[in-house]
């Protein structure tokens, strides 16, 4: 595009009227940036962010960290005291693997789920913390690489604190769990109660589901974004980056499951490697989003630091 015809499509009359509008926007929690100041900060993010090398690393290493996690929760299901229940986990696991591959899969799932092997969970659960804290070192590895950040950590501390935030997630996620479990049982006795139609319990059960998780991933993604932040001198709980990322993933969630639940059953062959490739898609696009959200959260750090008086 030549400079000429670039700068009459700026000097417009739409164009001039639409960053006038958006300059009149101000978020709340943005510190005063207005929409046009951050979709500039935005494309200048993605222009110096190298945001695709940065989100490739993020996702290898965290689908990396996902197969020794699913085996450890494979093998402790033996050790649950429930009648039955070992049995309806390994029909439900059986249900989803593809028909070509049973014959191969099939006697793993019957061992893992319904012997106890204590070999087994031992080494997982070492595998699983290694690769839990070597995502979680990645991504504030990939922070550090900031255009905005000039403080480095020592690595020796990077991976201590990558460990305990791994600990932290851990906590989060289990927390996130039984909290569903407890709003499904509030949503059950409010049924019980008020004698509700089966679609205004789903869409109340579904939402209380939402909204814990939402709440849990602000809280984690906060975490990440003060410890992976070496110029964070203060714990902040909320942010209007931590929110943002929070909510955009979100919605990459739910549309990753509405692909799962309309059209991973197509075949089971197509099904399973088209979900396969969603997942991949999914975790690289939430590393990008976690990205992005620091990058916002620094950058209104920065703001905020400005402007602050200078009381000395």
Known sequence: MSRGIKERIQNSMPVRW????????????????????????????????????????????LILAIFPLLLVILALIPYLPIDGFQASVLA?????VPSDMRPFLVPTLEDLVLQK???????????????????????????NSSFQIELKRHPIKQRLIALSLSLVWALLSLGAIVLIILGEELIQLINNSLSLDHTAAYYLGHGIKWIIVFFMLILGITVLYNFGNPEVKKFKFVSAGS????????????????????????NELYGSLGSLIVLLVWV???????????????????????NAPDIS
């Open 243 to 266: 929110s943002l990322a929070a909510l955009v993933i979100i919605l990459a969630s739910i549309g990753f499951i509405a692909y799962a639940t309309n059209f991973g059953n197509y």
């Open 284 to 306: 690289n696009l939430c590393s990008r989003i976690l990205l992005i959200g620091f990058e916002l959260t620094t950058k209104i750090g920065q703001i905020k630091k400005q």
């Open 92 to 96: 439900e696991l059986i249900g989803v």
């Open 117 to 143: 092997h204590y070999f087994v969970l031992s080494i997982g659960f070492v595998l699983t913390v290694y690769y839990a804290s070597n995502s979680i070192n990645t991504i504030l590895s990939s922070f």
């Open 18 to 61: 639409a960053i006038k509008l958006l300059e009149n926007i101000q978020p709340p929690g943005f510190e005063g940036l207005s929409i046009y100041d951050l979709v500039l900060f935005l494309l200048r993010s993605f222009k110096e962010g190298n945001y695709s090398i940065r989100a490739a690393a993020i996702s290898f290493n």
